[in-house]
Structure formats: structure tokens, C-alpha cells
């Protein structure tokens, strides 16, 4: 099982491909449950919105904390490795 963890801040232009493109990817190589996580790092755009859009699930900080504690917050929420 995997969980894929991207930390996004502001990324509202690109998060749904990259969501998108991401569970491609992962349906074509893998035959095993996955999950991807978006750590929205206090976005003050619809970078939540079009990650929720594309299917990930979404962990929000409600300011800017960081690449290395969003990435942490997305590994603690996940539920495989």
C-alpha cells in the first residue's frame, strides 16, 4: 500500500495535474491501494479546492509552516507507507 504525500503552497495552477497525474501513474504500476495527500501549507488560493477536486485528500495548515513540516504533517496523516 502506498501514500504519496505532495506539500503544496499556492499551487492552485498546478495541484489538480499534478493529482491527477500522480494517481495515473500509481494506478498503471502498482496493483495495490494507494492514497495521495496534499499538505496545503496555509495556501491563501483554491490550492485545496483543486487538490480535493483531483481525488487527494487534503491536510490544511491555516498559515505557512515550511516544506519539512508539511511534508512531516502529510506523513503523519498517512495511512500506508
Known amino acids: 500500500m502506498i501514500s504519496l504525500v505532495i506539500p503544496a503552497f499556492n499551487e492552485e495552477a498546478a495541484v489538480f495535474d499534478a493529482v491527477s497525474n500522480a494517481k495515473r501513474v500509481l494506478q498503471e504500476n502498482f496493483d ?22 483531483a481525488g487527494a485528500r ?8 515550511g516544506y519539512g513540516h508539511a511534508l512531516k504533517s502529510g506523513i503523519a496523516a498517512a495511512q500506508y507507507d
Open 32 to 53: 495495490e491501494p494507494f492514497e495521495v495527500v496534499v499538505v496545503d501549507d496555509g495556501s491563501s488560493d483554491e490550492t485545496a479546492a483543486r487538490a480535493a477536486d
Open 58 to 65: 487534503v491536510i490544511r495548515h491555516p498559515h505557512n509552516t
